[in-house]
């Protein structure tokens, strides 16, 4: 779509149908369900209370005349037919679980703009050419069952299906086992093949992250989400009475940690700010304060858009690490590793004129944080849409955000898929 | 007393009388009481186990014929009468308790070492002036009770013991209660006030370092014991997504941590090897990998023998700690300090001169650990005598010392008793 077409004023239309009371009103109901009485969630994947969130999104589907499908996976599709009987749908959504002190409209947001935004085309009487679908993926966070973005991964490799099914919670209870009674409660969904033939996706979200606040822009047109690598770096030296020991006869563990750290962050060192680079676990053993560090085990979390660099720079880990080691031993062990994405093309042109046409503020934006949208730009042209969370706390219960900017983002997704599926 | 003095023959005699396989004996039999079955023993202070190495050492001690004793904080002293009925007695001891996963050697050693040496002296028909006494101190590791040292800091300082008595394990046991039943298991010995006069202490352990095996010598005589502070450092910063929150935007508690230890490496950065820096504990949390950390908890022990460095270092710590906090807030807490002691005089002359007379290879060494001698150093002429431990490893149940080391630390040890009790 070129800015100023004249396809510009179906998203217009649907822009100002979108019902800003009826969203907050779908948050609120969801934001019960789970409710940890301060303000958060705690819903995990397949849980009792992630399957009353899948009750609900399916009734409101069936209130809007919406069919309601399912796959092997367990994820959630709200069919709205399009009128070219053989095109492949425009899916929109994201997913309904959330970590255990989680917030309100992570995933959630996603998930209930795309019903309003099919509300607002259904109030209009538009019709759209391709099917619309509302998407409820399953086990985004990642929380209960590891990894994350379950659901939209069996989606985009059936192939997978087998050993995501077979992955279990730390109750030993596998992802096949709850699914059993989370199909059960929806009935009305009918099962249907994973990896359908798809024609777009576009996920709104929150943005997890301070720079649409701190810009002050309304919506975030997202670039693509970072590659990451992650790893674990486990190292071994010798338990000393740290009164008795020379410096010179230690094979502190902990020093040894802190020199890795330290070359880590030069490797990582960026003024750009591009790089993410973070060391969130750091276990000491035996943890005593007067005994010598026999052992630490420490996480590297890295991240960067651009594939050459995170491939280069995760490459050098093991290295750096075995430079600082000292008179210790190290074991560098890569434990998960998810490429970069760009989103490039037509769902990202989209975004990006609609949100012109609305005479919202906006700003490119790289996702630095993991997305269903990663998995389906595998299988279709993909795209994202942010929106400002207060002073970017995410993953936690005080996550807030605005209900104008939550109505501008489903203004702007509204406007997306209409022009997408062919008003 | 001077070297090659008269008075060396007496000394030498009761060097002589030692005996290595009575002594082994002794260990092997106390090393059954709390045996883990790896090598080690686990006999906290005042349990069950500790108490049966009470009864053992009151019989044993009954069985030579001497007198046993104990006080309000539960030390047991075994007396051999001297001529002169008016002097106060020389000690000599070391403790029982374990730490729960200790070795048979630190502690008992000391304590045994004492008994045999006794036993020499009977053995020779040695007289001396003043009483002997074995001493074994209530609780010194501090594995059960914090603090630790906790029998002799009450025996130096009485108007400690109502504080001391109210110390409570983890499980809510206090030391007064724990010290029924140690009480009621040795009724032979008779309660005598804390305090008491004390002509001289003298303290055998296992060196619980490396430095005499790798210097190949086999007695060390102790200069004294490093002053130790210890700090608590609470860092506090902000949890945020570690792939959506920008370097410039982070308040990780655990980056600060890293630049504070940092600085206080430089500040205890000392070539001649004399100042002992440690950080042996550090927690993060929330710990996860994908979360910039938003607090870190860690220690500081540090040593040094000299007054005036131990003052100074310390009182640098919290500066440096709040000049690297970054974008966090810190709080830095002294949790304990104890002063360095120097052991000069009569005993550690003594010590010097009976290794001389014995033509046993010997050092001056400083002890970096804390010991009972602490506290007796409070009120009298006090020294210590250290052996090789196998790769100075110690509060292990590895912890081994070759014989010969343990009967040359005895006949030491008889030798200086001889000398300062008069034979």
Redesign the interface.
Known sequence: MSRGSAAAEPARAAARAVSAARLQERLEAMAEIGATGRGGVNRQALTPEDVKARQLIVRWGLELGLEPFTDEIGNIFLRRAGTDAGSPPVLAGSHLDSQPTGGRFDGTYGVLAALEAVQALDALGIKTAAPLEVAAWTNEEGARFSPGCLGSKAFAAPGRLPALLAVKDLDGVSVADALIAARRAVPEARLRPLGIPVKAYVEAHI?????LE?KGKTIGVVTGI?G?R?FRVEIRGE???????????RR?A??SA?RM??GLERLMADPS?TV?????????SP???????GAVLF?V?F?HPEESVWRRLGEQIEAVCEANAGPCTVIVTEVSTTRPIAFTGIVRDTIEAVTEHLALSWMPIL????HDAENLALLCPTGMIFVPCER?????ESENAAPADLTAGTQVLAGVLAELAGA
Chains 1, 2 share one sequence.
């Open positions: 943005e997890q992250g301070p720079v701190s970072a990451r992650s338990e000393a009475h740290a009164g008795t020991t020379p410096p010179s006869r502190d902990l020093v802190l750290i330290a700010e993410r680079f973070t060391v969130g676990r750091l276990v000491v943890n005593a304060p007067s005994v010598v560090p996480t979390d991240r996702s630095g944080a993991g970017g706390i995410s993953h936690n």
